[in-house]
């Protein structure tokens, strides 16, 4: 089966920016105003040479969505926004691993008007449930790793894939104990390997969640970084970065901004396995009212740098 990945020529390092409504690093209400991107944003991508960068969508409230709605604040970041060569859209209500039989149609015109104003290259979306009887969840569930949520979750990318105007990424999900639970005994790995193969759809590799799954699954040190082959490595077309911790002997996946080494050994061992890989994300960076990176976090992403500057030359 063909694999539909984004038409685009190689982009290299990006930025994955998390645009929740009241926060700081995202959309702020100033009265008379209305909604507009926080003033630091724009200010952090200035000072940074990304390629590339992907806007995970947040709903403003629960009210039915409507695009005017969401392009005051939308716009207002796309208004400053330095040279980018490509953006792309983070889904967050998409839940592929759904177990509720859903009426996807009026999210998913709302979504293609999202990828058509703002010429969005692609749609990303976690692999797992993030919603359970139309409640949202803190943090969204692995999907059910038995044959019968494989065989459900093919179908929901398959129909998803389809509706969608631009080619659909699906990201193996996260595992981090504490904020989520596991049901079912496959393999992550292969059933992620098996969902892509089966749909022919991009996939999107996590550092962190791949690493939490590993670390869930009891594995420590050299073990962490095993069986990379039963991933869907042929459809890999984005790897993503994000802050992680380990707390309590527990492998958290706490979007910080602050990068493990693991992730960074992780990152360059599946460099080489990726003969599709176009996009690298630095997810979720946080920065201050100047726009400055955090200090903790400036030896990871400076070494991220490093390893993808290789990648940027040859774009």
Not at 157 to 173: D, G, H, K, M, Y
Request: hydrophobic share 40%; with cysteine.
């Amino acid at each position: 089966m063909n694999i539909r990945f984004p038409e685009t020529e190689e982009l290299g390092l990006g930025v994955g920016l998390d645009l929740r409504y009241g926060d700081p690093h995202g959309f702020e209400h100033s009265p008379g105003i209305g909604d507009r991107i926080s003033n630091r944003v724009p200010l952090f991508l200035r000072q940074q040479a990304f390629n590339y960068a992907f806007f995970s969508f947040q709903p403003r409230d629960r009210s039915v969505l409507k695009l005017e709605d969401y392009v005051p604040a939308w716009d207002s970041l796309f208004e400053q926004l330095p040279p980018l060569q490509r953006c792309a859209l983070h889904h967050t209500l998409l839940n592929l691993g759904s177990l509720d039989e859903e009426d996807r149609g009026p999210l998913l015109e709302f979504t293609n008007q999202l990828l058509e104003r703002y010429n969005l290259a692609w749609v990303n979306e976690d692999l797992g449930i993030w919603s359970l009887g139309g409640r949202l969840m803190p943090y969204p569930l692995p999907p059910l790793l038995t044959e019968a949520g494989l065989e459900r979750a093919i179908r929901e990318v398959t129909s998803v894939q389809s509706a969608l105007c631009r080619p659909l990424l699906v990201e193996f999900p996260g595992f981090s104990e504490g904020t989520n639970f596991v049901v079912g005994t496959m393999n992550a790995y292969d059933y992620f390997r098996i969902l892509a193969e089966e749909t022919g759809v991009a996939v999107t590799l996590d550092t962190g969640h791949l690493l939490s799954y590993q670390w869930w699954l009891g594995r420590r040190g050299e073990d962490l970084y095993g069986d990379l082959d039963r991933l869907p490595l042929k459809h890999c077309f984005e790897i993503h970065l994000s802050g992680c911790e380990i707390l309590d002997d527990r492998f958290v996946d706490v979007h910080h901004g602050v990068l493990r080494p693991e992730q960074l050994i992780l990152l360059e061992r599946l460099l080489p396995r990726c003969p599709h890989l176009k996009a690298i994300a630095y997810e979720d960076p946080k920065f201050d009212e100047r726009g400055a990176l955090r200090s903790r976090a400036i030896p990871g992403f400076e070494r991220l740098q490093q390893l993808t500057a290789p990648v940027r030359m040859s774009a």
